[in-house]
Structure formats: structure tokens, C-alpha cells
């Protein structure tokens, strides 16, 4: 037997597994006091209230006074699954399944470990446990003797020892733990019923009945116990070793891939000739979320208990960040050292080199390896998808020159490598300085640009569920890793490089001054020159730096180059689509970066300077560094957070949470794949349901619906008291700094040499644009930066509005988050 089959087999040898057709049918029960079943650790984890799928959990009996376990000759422990009814369970799984519906008992004889049960449940779902308390037959004829005698009077029942009672919730200390047993007691049959319905004068007796929630914990990878961090990483690495098919044979499970097939698939499904399918849209989380989940299932090939670990950065921020050192002293913590994922302060400080590729060497991922071809890794992923679509288009991107980011054309001689500023050799493992920004460049991002607690409890007060899709997405969640996590340095940047005398702004000025004053230029620079210009093949690159590709940035009008590079007029250059509809996320994204790739370019004087990063860089191919998952599954877990406010507090409702009646308001759609009732890319996410056909492409809605809360395989497991209680530990805490701001951008200019906050600028020019217009507040926030005529800028994307750019706080795009809610 492989391993994956057994690991859908084993139990723990304390039990006898048999199997029960009908719990109810079987025995004649007479149902006494209710007990509890309650959890008392699954795998290593305590105080729990769910099982973990493939993990021994352990359960203990607890009865109710007046029941004396001392009077049964055994108990029967009872284990059945209770599948959804409309849920399709994989072919895969049939077998497993049939056995779990049929279910397991076990007869265990009174002795003082009789209260505690061991068993390793198989299948994310609920289970029904039950306990079965068995009494000889002659005691029970005495018993009914008596109660004949007394007629309607029951008997007074003799309370329990207190030492027969497990107390709940509390560990079993080990000399209670019952013993391992090389052979498994012999199976109790089913008494046989006489023709009155009795059953051996009703000897049976339900001691107590639960419902155990299984499913797999998502817990933050530093609450994963020594066993389950040592487990994923060796998973991880499995993935990167081996091939799909060896995989696959290896571990007898069809969802084994080799880890680079995620990473082209990230990449691949960019590029589909509607829009990208991954990004850019209201989706963009949830596309994450899909394909995650097909690692998930990969991983779980591997070690069947594994399930998706998250990075709870804010945590890390509120424990570690001392504004005094700045960004360094994110290091502090050990996620970046060597017991997790390493490339911290061996990598942080400059090296003499300046071609130094800075691999990650430390961590449990040090050395991770970098493919070195892009051949024959789209055949890697046949299974996956329809294999006549998406093989084509992956190869089309891979290898046929469709894309023109490549750091070189060559398929058979170069990895998955972009136009960046680097050696061509320093492509072997991969590599990061984490939390470095140009030396203390980076501290200007830390208050406003990495996730606080203030500013998870700032997602959840937007005003619907679009508005928190698009937050978690911003470069202030999402975004901010694929910066800090990865580092940006050299590219032909130092203190005194200065900005050309032909930019239309800070002429003279350091680049890197530019980027202190203004934190949003760095934004800027970072990401609006890195993705579809990049992709376009609108610049090339050598170590020494970037330059214009003047071939394609002429035929495609790159940075308005046919234009002598003035304003541009035409927002649709260089690079569009059909399905770019003004009002939605994708025509949003198009825009600005053809907009504010010009701006980095000649209004701000970057020109084709670009940061050298580390793979987990500003791209789609980003995931060739293993803490790219813990980040992603992090902003999953704000997503899921998210919709739970929305349920408890405003009362929307799964599988959508309005966002239906948003875009039906809107009447804009999001580009095709990206609309909640769209058949997406992805199918095989989650279980089909009665009346679907297995096997096809899933759209969001049934997605969203099979990750509601009471129908999710998983669970977060969120240690973190400031994420789930905030009122009661932060909001009135003087340690309290409002994640709702506003920050004035773009409209600070109008007050140059006035000493105001950024907040009252934000307030007085709402107000002079509300009495100038004769409009009411909502009218003058929903303005576009662009169309305010005194502003003098109307190149601006239509993505830099007042009301979710500018002025957020006064323009209630989220509510304050410090103090009384105004």
C-alpha cells in the first residue's frame, strides 16, 4: 500500500474498526443523563474546539451525576460521518468515504481509562461520536425487579466518583491515557431484539452523543508545533524535488505537482486573453485563494495533515517594529531567522559587491533552488485545467515569446527570470533582503504601507464587501510584501544619484531624497514601471541598469515615446484590452499603469531606473520564494475575517455578501472571470454539489459558497487577540494609531507653507469642492482628481479619487479606528 492510500487508512491501534450500518437500527438503546463528548487535543494542539483531519485526536466521556460508569461491563465508542447532502465527494475519496458513512466502533472495558477515546478522523466535515454504555444482562434483571417494585418512583442513582469524571477542556495527564494495545479488542456484536421491541431487557444505554467538527487549522506559522512546521517544510521541498508524474506515482495522488507548475500557472493564467485572472479585479484575493488551494492539496499528497500556514504581519508589527531603529527591527523577529524563513539580518546590510545576488542561505528554505529552463513545465500541470486550453496559452507564455518580459528569450537556457537590474549568474537559489529598502529608505513605508491591527479593524469598516476586496488588495496588504519581503537595492541607485534636468519635477534632487519626502513616490517607483510595461517589453536590462527598448516602446507608444514623451493624451498606450470597461477594477488597472508609468518615467524623472528585488519581486512569477504562501494565505484570512463582520454586524449573507447588489448598482461589470456568477478559470477547487457535473469549471459564487463558514474544509486558527477582540484591547488604548487616514495625496500641493494636518487639509478642500460646486459631501468625495480643474492635473489615473485615495477618513471610505467611532 503507498503512502497517500494509507494515509487515508490508518487509525490509531487502540481501536478495532468495523463496519455499522445504522447506529440506530443496530442497537437498542436506552438513552440515560446527557453526557458531553468533549476534545481534548488534537494532534499537539490543546483547548481546541474542532478535530484535525489525519491528526489522533483525543476525547474524553463526560458524564452527568448519578451515572457510575462503574455499573457497565464496557463502553462503545461509535464514529460515523455525516456528509452534506448535496456535496459530490472526489472518485478519489469514494472508497474513503463509503467507510467513513459506514463508520467505526470500538468496545472498550470499564477501567479507569474508560472516559478517554483516541481516534484519527480521515475527512473534513462532522462527525457523529457517540458512546455506548453496555451493562450485563443479570444486573439489568435486577434493576427492572426494582423498578417494578417502585413502580412510577425511579431510583436514586449514585453519584459519581469525582476521579470517574475528566474534567472539560483539560489536558489527560499521561498515566490516564489509555494503554496502546498491539491487538484491538474483538468487535461487539449487536444484541439480538426480541419480537416486543426489547433488546436484551434494554442492557444499552447512550451515555452521551456529539457532533466533532473536523477541518484543517490555518494557523499563523509560528503557532505550528515543531512536528507541523518540520512536516510542511519537507512537504515544500518535496514539491520543488520531484517531478508532477513521479510525484504523482510516488505518493499514489493525483493532486501531487511539482511547485513550479504553481508558479507558471500564477504566471500563465495573467495572461489570458480576456484579462489577467489572477489580479486586477475584485477577484483578485479569491483567484489567490483557488489556486493556493490546489498547493494545498499538493502539499497534503505529501503529509496528509498539512493545511495552508498564514504570516500575521501585523502581529509581527505591534511586536517588533521600533520606530526609533525603523524597518531593521522587523528582523527581531524569528520568522525571518533561522528556523523559519531566513534572508534577514545576514542579508540586510550592503555588501561590497555590488553584484551580490544576496541568496537567502539561512532559514529552512536556504538554498531553495531556481529553475533554470521554462521548458517542458506547462506539460507538468496536465490535470489541472482543460489541458487543450491552457497547455497552449502556457506555452505560449513560457516558451513562444508571447511575453516579453523574459530576462532572456531562450526557454531551454534561462528560468523564470524578468528584465530586471542583475548579473545573469545570480539566478541559482532564491534571494531577498527583507524589510531592506535602500537602507532606511523603507522606514517611511512601515506606519502607512505595512498591515497594523489599526488597519485590519480600517478593511472591516468599509462600506461594503467590494470596498474590503479591494483594501486587502492594495498595495498596503497585498502589495507590501512583494517591497519589504523581497528588498529593493542598487539598479544603479546610491545617495547620489539625482534626477535629470529634463524631468518635469524634483529636477536635481537624489532619487533617494525623493522617496523620503514622499512615501508615495516610492510606491510609485516601485510598482507602476514593473508589470504590464515590463510584460509589454517596453525596457530591457543588464547588471549595469535598464534602458528603453526603443523597437517595442516605439510600437506600442511606451511612456508617450512618440510624443517627444509629453502628457499623454491617449490612456489606452501602451498596453489594453476590450474587456477594459470604464468603472471596473481591470479598466482602473490598465490605465493607471499606462498613466503612471508615464509619470514615473518623465514627471517624476525615473526615467528607466528600477530597483534591483528578490524573487519575491513586483511580478507574476513572484511565488519562486516558499514565504510568498504564508504572506498570500494571510490576506485569505482577512478576506474570510471580512465577511464575517459583514454577516455578524450588517447582516449580509454567504455566498456573496452583496456583492451582487454592489456591482447590480455599479452596472459596470468586472472583466470576464472575475463576475461572482462568471465560470472562473479554476475548477476542482472545492466539492461539486448535486446537479453539477464534477469535473467542470467552478464559478465564484459556488466557490465563495464552499468556503462559507458552514461549509469550509478549513478553519482559522487566528491566536491573536487584537485581530478578534479590538475594541476591548486596542481601540481605547493608548498604544492606539488610527488605521483610517487621510493623506492628502496630490491635493497637499494646494498647501504648501500651511500648517495644517493632512486630515484638515482633506476636510477644507472637500468643503470648498462641495460650496464651488453646490454639491453635497458624497458628490464632492466621489470626484476624480483628474477632473478638479484647480488641481492642474488631469494625466492622473481615474483610480486617484478623494474618496478611497486621497481623503479616506473625511470622506468615509473607512471609519476612525482609535476612540469612539465619529
Known sequence: ?????????????????????????????????????????TGDYEDTSFAEPHKITELSLVTEDGVDLANFSDVKWNVVFVPVEDEIWPDYLQEVLAEEVAGYSIAVPINEHTHLFSHTFTLPGNYKVSAIGSKPARRMSRQMESQKEKATKAPKQTKAPKETKAPKQTKAPKETKAPKQTKAPKETKAPKCEKTGSCDENNLFELASSNIRVRYARRDVIDLSPSDWDKYVEAVWTLKELSSEEGQRRFDCPNFYNIDVFTAMHGSLSHDSRCDQNHFSLMQENAHHAWMTLLEKALQCVHASIAMPFYNVAKDKRKYFDPTIGARSMLDSPIFGPDYYGGGSANFDDRDDLYDPYYVEDGRFANFPLRQNRTELCDESKGLFDDDTYIPLCKSILEEGAYKGWRNDDPTKSGLLVHEPRDDDSYKYVSARRWHIYGDVGDILMPNVVPSHEMVNAMTSTRDVTEQFKYVASPKVHGYAHKLMSGMWGGGIDESTLIPPTSQLNKGVPILETFRRKSGLLVAFAWTDELSTRQAGCYQCTKEGCTVNFQIATEKNCYNINNNFGVPQDRTQPVWSEYAVEGNQWYKFLEQMNQASWMKFALYGYGTYHANSGTFGRHEWANQDPIFYVHHAFTFLLNDFGFSKLVEERGEVPPLYGIDRVLEARGVPECPGHNPKDVAVYKNIVRYKTGQEVGEYQTWEHMLDMWSEGRRDYEWVINDEFIT??????????????????????????????????????????????????????????????DIPALGFPFLPSQFDLFSYSCKKTCGFCSNTCGDIE
Do not use: W
Open 1 to 41: 500500500m503507498s503512502q497517500h492510500q494509507h494515509s487515508y487508512r490508518r487509525r490509531n491501534n487502540i481501536m478495532m474498526a468495523f463496519v455499522i450500518a445504522s447506529l440506530a437500527s443496530a442497537f437498542c438503546l436506552k438513552p440515560v443523563a446527557a453526557g458531553d463528548i468533549d476534545i481534548l487535543k
Open 725 to 786: 477582540n479590538y475594541d476591548e484591547t486596542i481601540r481605547y488604548d493608548d498604544s492606539c494609531v488610527d488605521g483610517c487616514v487621510d493623506e492628502a495625496l496630490i491635493i497637499l500641493n494646494d498647501y504648501r507653507g500651511i500648517d495644517i494636518t493632512l486630515e484638515e487639509m482633506c476636510q477644507d478642500f472637500v468643503g470648498k469642492l462641495q460650496n464651488s460646486n453646490n454639491i453635497s459631501k458624497e458628490e464632492a468625495c466621489a470626484y476624480q482628481l483628474k
